[in-house]
């Protein structure tokens, strides 16, 4: 039986704003995002009755999972039955951390569907698939360097960081996603990234400009324990030579952006002795 398999490459937000909620319910969002080299790997095969998930390391749902959605709304639009299918996760990408672990999975599925049933499938329309089972899919399913606006489905491609590194530190506490934008207040005092900045040093190639305006606003919602771990990881990051560190996404996960590598293995060094999910990546082009 043949086998496809993917790469799925994990997201670090390199800026992250929140305007306000939507009339749909959803947020309006501006972020730079970046695809890294921090990935699980699926495999693809026609295999079995159904449809059939297997993860490693992860306890899955028993209602019907993303990906069984994500193949379902793809098969419905190219107009076909879906046949029998088994998809194996391999997972390194820490769950509930903010760096779009199950969305990358569902994207890479998506990618591994078109490859096998629909090679001919235009891109966008691939990311409107992905768009029906979540609003950062279109842009996992792309991957490299984008701004994102709406509720993070309106993607423009950016040139890529200049040459550049990641430590990515994941603490030992989860933060779902849906009690993350609860927390949110859309007043005055809440802080807005420079987005705009950021995508202009991009188109410059300036790395310095870029890593400057970095920054997530969902670091403001940050519940006291959390806050101070948070800013301990950063705080260990910059000590070591980061040009800028963050929360990804709605976190905890954080990253730091080196210039250089002697400095980023030594903040690989301490932050492995006192946390047990602490990674090296770099960033990763378009995915399609």
Do not use: W
Not at 2 to 16: D, G, S, T
Not at 88 to 105: C, F, H, I, Q, R
């Amino acid at each position: 039986m043949e086998r496809y398999a993917q790469a799925a490459p994990a997201k670090v937000n390199l800026a992250l704003d929140i305007l306000g909620r939507r009339p749909d319910g959803y947020h309006e969002m501006r972020m730079v995002m970046q695809t890294v080299s921090l990935c699980d790997a699926v495999t693809l095969e026609e295999a079995g009755e159904g449809f059939a998930l297997f993860a490693q390391g992860l306890v899955l749902p028993q209602r019907k999972t993303l990906e069984q959605r994500a193949a379902e709304a793809f098969f419905a639009a190219i107009g076909r039955p879906r046949p029998s299918l088994r998809v194996t996760l391999e997972k390194k990408t820490p769950a509930y951390a903010g760096l779009g672990g199950g969305s990358a999975d569902v994207a890479a599925l998506l990618r591994l569907l078109r490859e096998r049933y629909a090679p001919a499938m235009p891109r966008e329309a691939l990311e409107a698939v992905g768009g029906q089972i979540g609003s950062d899919m279109p842009f996992c399913v792309r991957g490299g360097t984008a701004l994102a606006e709406g509720r993070g489905d309106l993607l423009t491609d950016l040139p890529p960081l200049p040459d550049c590194r990641f430590v990515i530190c994941k603490p030992d506490f989860d933060l779902p996603t849906g009690p993350m934008f609860a927390r949110l207040r859309f007043d005055k005092s809440l802080p807005h990234p420079d987005v705009d900045g950021m995508s202009a040093a991009l188109k410059q190639g300036d790395l310095a400009g870029a890593a400057g305006r970095v920054g997530n606003v969902f670091e403001t919602v940050l519940e006291p324990p959390e806050r101070r771990e948070i800013q301990q990881i950063k705080e260990a990051l910059l000590r070591h030579g980061a040009l800028a560190a963050a929360m990804s996404g709605s976190g905890p996960a954080v990253f730091g952006l080196f210039s250089q590598e002697a400095e980023t293995n030594r903040a690989l060094e301490e932050l492995g002795r006192r946390y047990a999910q602490v990674f090296e990546a770099f960033p990763v082009g378009r995915l399609l």
